[in-house]
């Protein structure tokens, strides 16, 4: 009977043993979880109000630019933003992140790629369009615009909610360019894109 | 708790026979160099690193800790090879970069495994 009630109470003490032990594990895990997250979102939004009222500004010059000039100066217009935004980057991510460690200084990180991509894009429909005649860019700058702005929304959904704002843009500023493909095409592209970019760059400087 | 060697090794005499693992017996398992709540911060911010590596300054600002607490803590992860600390300068400024070594990385994801498997014993 006395080895009964010892081994009920011993039980006890197990359970209550474990359920501190749980406590403390699950404790554990979310601090894990909580401090790798922050560090991973640190180190890749590194550099990131700057680098997206760059990378907004030159959405906005290269596009209205594009409008106001046309014929070959806009190649000078493109060329120019695109040479502004790649130095900028460089210099910005390098100069943010060597600060927290030396091996991040080679990292591009997601929104350099996703400028640089962007620049590409815009590029090659220069380049078709003055060489190749026939090539409608209308129908390129939908699919990107839907491919980058899906990409964004799901990854602000992980990362930051507010940068699906750009997301959206990106998919409003294609639709645009299908439904209305007119003189104003330029404008519209240079606002629905350069604007909540540079918005969400100013925002996040704020927040910071 | 039991006091455990770097390998995680328990030398607690009161271990469960074979088949009868307890969540007291993974407690027990746990490596207590890591198991410490600030160099449990520390070794996760340096697995999220990218080169799992961060500049003292960094750790420092993030962990929210004193120079003299940072360094206590990073001597015992380098004592147990868990990290290793390099000195440099950049731009004329003396820097210390901590480094999350392979046997800390291995240790750490052994850490967390085992504090899964405390999670699903008592579930």
Not at chain 1, 166 to 183: E, H, Q
Request: aromatic share 10%; with cysteine; glycine share 8%.
């Amino acid at each position: 009977m006395e080895q009964s009630s010892e081994s009920v109470a011993f039980e006890a003490a197990e359970r209550t043993a474990s359920a501190e032990q749980r406590e403390e594990a699950l404790a554990n895990l979310h601090l894990i979880s909580q401090t790798m997250t922050s560090t991973r979102n640190e180190v890749e939004l590194s550099g990131g109000a700057s680098g997206y009222i760059l990378l907004g500004t030159a959405m906005l010059l290269g596009f209205l630019g594009s409008a106001l000039i046309e014929g070959w100066w806009q190649v000078a217009v493109w060329l120019l933003v695109s040479c502004g935004v790649v130095a900028s980057l460089v210099v910005i991510r390098r100069q943010q992140v060597t600060a927290i460690s030396r091996s991040a200084r080679w990292l591009l990180g997601r929104q350099t790629i996703i400028s640089v991509a962007i620049l590409c894009h815009i590029w090659a429909i220069l380049a078709l369009s003055f060489f190749y005649h026939a090539f409608s860019p209308q129908y390129s700058l939908v699919v990107v615009g839907l491919v980058f702005g899906c990409g964004i929304i799901a990854e602000a959904t992980f990362v930051q909610p507010r940068r699906a704002l750009i997301g959206l843009a990106y998919i409003v500023g294609s639709l645009l360019t299908l439904f209305f493909f007119m003189d104003y095409q330029l404008y519209a592209l240079g606002l629905t894109f350069g604007l909540p970019t540079i918005g969400f760059g100013l925002y996040r400087l704020r927040k910071s | 708790m039991a006091k455990v060697g770097k390998n995680g090794s328990s030398d607690s005499s009161a271990a469960p026979p074979p088949g009868e693992a307890t969540a007291s017996s993974s407690a027990a398992s746990l490596d207590e160099v890591i198991h410490q709540k600030v160099r449990l911060g520390i070794v996760s911010l340096l697995a999220a690193m990218p080169g799992r590596e961060a500049e003292f300054g960094y750790i420092k600002g993030r962990l929210a800790l004193t120079d003299g607490n940072l360094s206590t803590h990073l001597t015992v992860l380098e004592n147990n090879a868990y990290i290793a600390i390099d000195k440099g300068f950049v731009d004329k400024k003396p820097k210390t970069w901590v480094r999350l070594t392979a046997e800390g990385l291995q240790a750490f994801r052994g850490y967390v495994a085992t504090l899964e498997q405390i999670i699903k014993m008592v579930d």
